[in-house]
C-alpha cells in the first residue's frame, strides 16, 4: 500500500500537480475526454468562426462573399490572408486559450505550472534540436510507406474517399506555403510553426497525456494513445504512421523531462524547418522539396540516422533520470 501511495505522489509530483488536483473528484478518463471534446469544438467551430470575423477588414465584399471564396479558396488568392488568420485563430483559441480555462476552472491549473513543473536545463534544446531533425530523416522512410499504402479490395470505397480528402487538403496546403512575399512566409511560419507548436503541445501532452497517465497509471500507454490520437485530430490518412510516430516522440520527451517545452521546442522545430525548406525551395537556394512524398532517403542513410537519433534519446533520458535521482537522493 505504501508503495503504491509513493507511486502516485511521485507522478503527480513529477507533473507538477498538488494533492488538490490529484483528488479531483472528475475520473481522469472523462476529464481527458472532455478535454478533446472541448478542443475540438473551438479548433473546428469557435476559433474559425473569430477568424472569420477577424478576416472580414482583409477581404473584399461582406461575409456572404467570404464564405464563398474560402469554399475554393486555391481560385480565390485574395483570401488567403482570411486563411492565415482563421487557421491562427482556430489554434490559439481552439488548442490554447479555451483549454487553458478548461484547466483553470476545474484544476486551478495555470499554464505556468505545465511549463515549470520541471527546472529548465537549456543545454538540452540543443539535443532535442538534434533529435527532431534526425528523427525527421527517419520518419521519411514512414511518411513515403503511409503515402503509398494500398488497402484491401474491401476497402476501395473508404481509400477513394481518403485519397480524394486527402488531395484536397494537400492543394489546400500548397496553396497556404506558396509565399509571395517575405511578410507572408513570416505569418505562415506564426500560423503553422509557432502556435501549433504551443497550442497542440498544451492540450495533448500538457493535459491529456496527464490525464491518461493518470487513467491508466501506464506511461507507455498514455503517451502511445495520446499520440494516436493526436495524429488523428489531423484527419490525414496516408500520413496517420508517421504523425502518430511523432506524437509519441514527443510524449516521450514531456514524459522523460517533465518539462513541456522540451515538446513544444521539438514540434517547433519539426513544423518550423519545412516552412523554411519550402520557402528556400521556392526562392531557389535549396533543393529540398519537403511536400514531396516520393522522395526517400537511401536506407543505409535512413540507418544512419536512426543510430543517431537513438543515441540522442538514449542521452536525454539518462540526464533527466540522473537529475531526478538527484532531486529524490537530497
Known sequence: MKTALFANCKINCFYGMTELEAESKIHPLNMAILTLLVATLGF??????IGVFLALPFVEGNFLDQM??????VNHPEIKL??????????????ALIPLILSFSIFRKGLRSFLTSSKTHWQMFGIVLFITITFMAVNSAFIYWNANLQFP?????????????EEKAEELTKFMTSFSSTNEFLLAFLVIAILPAIGEEFVFRGMLQQQLLKASN???????TTAILFSA???QFFGFVPRVLLGALFGYLFYWSGNLWMPMFAHFVNNGFSVIALYLNQKGLVDIDVESTDVVAPWPVIAIFTMISGGLLFYFKKFYNQKETLVDGR
Request: proline share 4%; glycine share 8%; with cysteine.
Open 44 to 49: 473546428v467551430i469557435i476559433g474559425p468562426l
Open 82 to 95: 482570411a486563411l492565415y488568420i482563421m487557421q491562427g485563430c482556430a489554434t490559439f483559441f481552439g488548442l
Open 218 to 224: 501506464n506511461a507507455h500507454l498514455a503517451i502511445w
Open 68 to 73: 464563398q471564396y474560402l469554399a475554393d479558396p
Open 153 to 165: 479490395e474491401s476497402m476501395s470505397g473508404f481509400e477513394s474517399w481518403a485519397r480524394s480528402y
Open 233 to 235: 485530430f489531423h484527419l
